[in-house]
Nanobody, 121 residues
Framework: QVQLVEAGGGLVQAGGSLRLSCVASGSIFRTRATAWYRQAPGKQRELVAIITSGGTTNYSDFVKGRSTISRDNAKNTVYLQMNSLKPEDTGVYSC???????????????WGKGTLVTVSS
């Protein structure tokens, strides 16, 4: 089993910054990719950013230029640095990772419980 735990959310004023973290633990042999998603009140969950095992990153248009996804393999941690935050960035931010727990094993999708980001105007 693999556990993902997010942290770093909170209340911030518009224009401020937050750095979210997603720490993976458990039976981890290899991680294919880790993504951040968000879900605003009353809306569907949407992809924010993703980073692959090779370090390739992609961002949704609404955070492009304002956010950076990065990882620290030694700490099994993926970060999401968010700058110039807007009230519409408010939501629960969750991380999702595709992890294989053994050599030649299948990759499975794991989710954390999320961390709440609230941006006030």
């Amino acid at each position: 089993q693999v556990q993902l735990v997010e942290a770093g959310g909170g209340l911030v004023q518009a224009g401020g910054s937050l750095r979210l973290s997603c720490v993976a633990s458990g039976s981890i042999f290899r991680t294919r990719a880790t993504a951040w998603y968000r879900q605003a009140p009353g809306k569907q969950r949407e992809l924010v950013a993703i980073i692959t095992s090779g370090g390739t990153t992609n961002y949704s248009d609404f955070v492009k230029g304002r956010s950076t996804i990065s990882r620290d393999n030694a700490k099994n941690t993926v970060y999401l640095q968010m700058n110039s935050l807007k009230p519409e960035d408010t939501g629960v931010y969750s991380c999702n990772a595709f992890v294989s727990s053994e050599i030649g094993g299948n990759f499975r999708s794991y989710w954390g419980k999320g961390t709440l980001v609230t941006v006030s105007s």
